[in-house]
């Protein structure tokens, strides 16, 4: 059992961008944060990703895995050891995001 994300959890792209995280989700909670979805998309602010002296920050976090088994309304919860996708503005993957903070009361598989 894995913890389950919820928008009291901290999410970093790989160049210290901190992730917003919103989700769709009103009905499943813990301790009154929601549950992530795997349909979010998270804004990224602060990324200071400067490749060749050329400024492209992350912009945003699309997730590519979910939970395998935990679901809300059949669209998979997102856990610690999900797999997000930080993107440019021109949607371009620059890296992968870093799960840093999640609660632990909550578990999916």
């Not at 917003?20 to 989700?25: A, H, I, K, R």
């Not at 920050?57 to 930080?86: D, E």
Request: hydrophobic fraction near 45%; aromatic fraction near 2%.
């Amino acid at each position: 059992m894995i913890p389950i994300l919820t928008t009291s959890s901290t999410v970093l792209c790989p160049h210290a961008g901190l992730a917003q995280l919103l989700t769709t989700n009103t009905e499943a909670a813990v301790d009154g944060a929601p549950m992530l979805l795997q349909t979010d998309v998270h804004p990224v602010i602060g990324c200071t990703f400067a490749p060749g002296g050329v400024y492209t920050p992350c912009v945003a976090i699309r997730w590519a895995s979910g939970a395998a088994q935990t679901k809300l309304h059949g669209v998979p919860v997102l856990l610690q050891n999900s797999v997000g996708l930080c993107l440019n503005a021109a949607q371009v993957p620059q890296g992968t995001a870093l799960v840093v903070q999640v609660q632990t009361q909550a578990k999916g598989v």
